[in-house]
């Protein structure tokens, strides 16, 4: 499927999924855990297991559906399966950088989720850059 027929949503080169997927990323860090009952945080389990799901599917799943959707399904499986270990985590991430006397812990880990997002967008849109270029340099020669 050429990008051009793609949904932009699913064209891990479009502004639009740049835009849309760090948005998304980058919000999740927002979102203590630990100051959510069991409801709620499986909820936010879920949630950032379907993004990320679709996120990796997206990029990495490769051209064809059914390996995007398989991709995509074995990374929200993962992702829901180790989302408490992930607490653990991101809860230790923000009091190490409250020990080191930095306010607003969450929203660094925000700033940081999205602009990592951004780059891995900015990296997927110059390898489609390069393909296309060293693409149309083989079919002229």
Request: without cysteine.
């Amino acid at each position: 499927m050429t990008p051009k027929k793609q949904h932009v949503l699913t064209n891990p080169t479009s502004p639009a999924f740049g835009i849309t997927s760090t948005a998304i990323m980058g919000a999740l860090p927002l979102i203590d855990a630990s100051k959510l009952d069991d409801q709620q945080r499986r909820a936010v389990h879920v949630a950032t297991a379907v993004f990320t799901g679709l996120y990796i599917g997206i990029t990495v799943g490769g051209k064809r559906l059914p390996l995007r959707a398989l991709v995509g399904l074995a990374t929200a499986a993962a992702t829901l399966r180790f989302a408490d270990v992930g607490d653990v985590i991101d809860a230790r991430l923000e009091e190490k950088l409250r020990s080191v006397g930095v306010q607003h812990p969450r929203r660094w880990m925000a700033a940081g989720t999205a602009a990592l997002t951004f780059l891995g967008y900015l990296s997927d849109r110059a390898a489609a850059r390069k393909k296309a270029v060293h693409g149309d340099a083989r079919r002229s020669t």
